[in-house]
């Protein structure tokens, strides 16, 4: 089992109130805000976080580069894809190429 496995595993029992606060507690670490790829229109909902809570709702579309490889949190939780905000969660990215082995 490998990092972001065991991450992932270790949410399992908690309820969906302790994930939005874990998540809320990890938010200010995230680089996308940052990143050429946001917007002003990511910014004004409130997005962040793609990694673990899946991608944009229509507010980024160019892709202009991808800085997560570089954050605190991707290395924290062993990640190994990108542009979370296009193509969605680390989690959902990982789960589509295991469907497209079968
Ligand atoms: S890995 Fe990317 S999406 Fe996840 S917190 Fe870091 S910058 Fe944000
Ligand atoms: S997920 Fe990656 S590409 Fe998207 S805004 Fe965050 S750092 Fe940029």
């Not at 580069?65 to 605190?72: A, H, N, S, V």
Request: aromatic letters at 8%.
């Amino acid at each position: 089992m490998d990092t972001f496995e065991q991450r992932t595993r270790e949410l399992l029992p908690l309820k969906k109130e302790e994930r939005w606060k874990r998540y809320d507690s990890i938010k200010e670490a995230c680089l996308c805000s940052s990143c050429p790829s946001f917007t002003g229109s990511a910014e004004k909902n409130g997005e962040i976080l793609y990694c673990l809570l899946g991608m944009s709702f229509g507010c980024i579309r160019d892709d202009r580069g991808c800085i997560c490889p570089g954050c605190p949190i991707y290395i924290e939780h062993g990640m190994m894809k990108k542009d979370f905000c296009m193509k969605g969660s680390e989690k959902d990215l990982r789960w589509e190429m295991e469907v497209g082995t079968r």
